[in-house]
């Protein structure tokens, strides 16, 4: 039995389940373990995400189940990602997840913290609650979609960041995922013209200004406006390797800015980014129209 909902198709025997942990076969059928169990609910800042081109300065409705379809070394949120054994969970009904982002006064729900694609079933059934309910919907996911998950997902989701980890290399060694279906998840999302902003986490003697001018080339080639390039933290199993230092992001950043991408900003970091408009070059703001020479700026601000 096949499940669609991950790049990587598990074929999953009876009473098994795929890579990811969440998706199980049973009787013929794959269906979703833990059904409307949550692990992580809060109220965040939507920049958090990171999303600046997004409903600026407002809080989002926070949700995650467990699981991941990559497993990466660095991952920063591994206790509920990967290795959630004994994690406390809450029954949370989709209605009940859209009602409660309505009463905190938070204008959206975001599928955060582990990865949406492996729980998309619970993702679209509350975002048809939140847009029924007149709230947006952010999806914080590594991109790794289906052909047939893409399809799916997509359309019903309002804004998306989508983790680009590093080159081909970088995430097999690191990630025992693959490169190439995050990059057509980025397409599609493009393509689509649902919003979108990209962020890298950069490691120290990993990451290189070679590869950060690649991958920006690569993102300027598939529409990207909005790049986020965050510190890295020593976390699971690379507990041992040093944070990234403010000097290491603050160089391959200016790399970053040479990709043709508009805007580019650094995360993790003391550093406070304006918002420069791409048109006059003069700093516009997170708002809809540069107030200097009345260019239009990426994003969604109302």
Known sequence: MRCDFCFRRCDIKEGKAGFCGQRTASKGHVSSLNENMLCAVSI???EKKPLYHFLPNSMTFSVAKTGCSFDCDFCQNWQIAREWKGVRQACVLPEDAAAQALSAGCPSISFTYTEPLVWQDYMLE???????A???TIMVSNGAFSSYSAQRVIPEID??????KGDEYFYRKYCHGEYGPVIDGIREIVRCGRHLEVTTMVIEDIHTKEMIASLG?????AGVRVWHLTRFFPQRRMRDRKASSEAFLASLYEEARQSGISHVYRGNSSAADETVCPVCGKISGRRAVCPHCSSAVYGVFS
Request: net charge neutral.
């Open 217 to 221: 080339r690569v993102l300027a080639d």
């Open 126 to 132: 509350t975002a048809g609650k939140a847009a029924a």
């Open 159 to 164: 804004a998306f960041n989508i983790d680009l």
């Open 44 to 46: 965040d800042p939507v």
């Open 134 to 136: 007149g709230l947006r």
